[in-house]
């Protein structure tokens, strides 16, 4: 059974930072897609950062510059490197997998249960 946990998430200053950790279990990360995505509330998801098969990126323009989206294999850990955050930026963040290995174009079949990041101005 897949499981994505993310953690990281909390409250900070306009400008500040947060580091998102998304562990998945019962999962194999390496030649698979994974991505970060975010709902702020009345609006749709997002997506914010993709992680492909074959380890390209592709960045949300709202985010472009300041988010950066890495993984550890060996872990099958994501993460999410947040910066110059701002109150646009608040939201529930979500972790996604795709469960078939070596696939470019992405669907995503697991999602965790969300870290709430809440930016203050």
């Known amino acids: 059974q897949v499981q994505l946990v993310e953690s990281g998430g909390g409250s900070v200053q306009s400008g500040g930072s947060l580091r998102l950790s998304c562990i998945a279990s019962?999962?194999?990360?390496?030649?698979?897609?994974m991505g970060w995505f975010r709902q702020a509330p009345g609006k749709d998801r997002e997506e914010v950062a993709v992680i492909r098969s074959d380890e390209s990126i592709r960045y949300g323009d709202s985010v472009l510059g300041r988010f950066s989206i890495s993984r550890d294999n060996a872990k099958n850990t994501l993460y999410l490197q947040m910066n110059s955050l701002t109150p646009e930026d608040t939201a529930m963040y979500y972790c996604a997998a795709d469960k078939r290995p070596f696939y470019f174009s992405c669907q995503y079949h697991y999602w965790g249960q969300g870290t709430q990041v809440t930016v203050s101005s």
């Open positions: 019962g999962y194999t990360a390496s030649n698979r897609c």
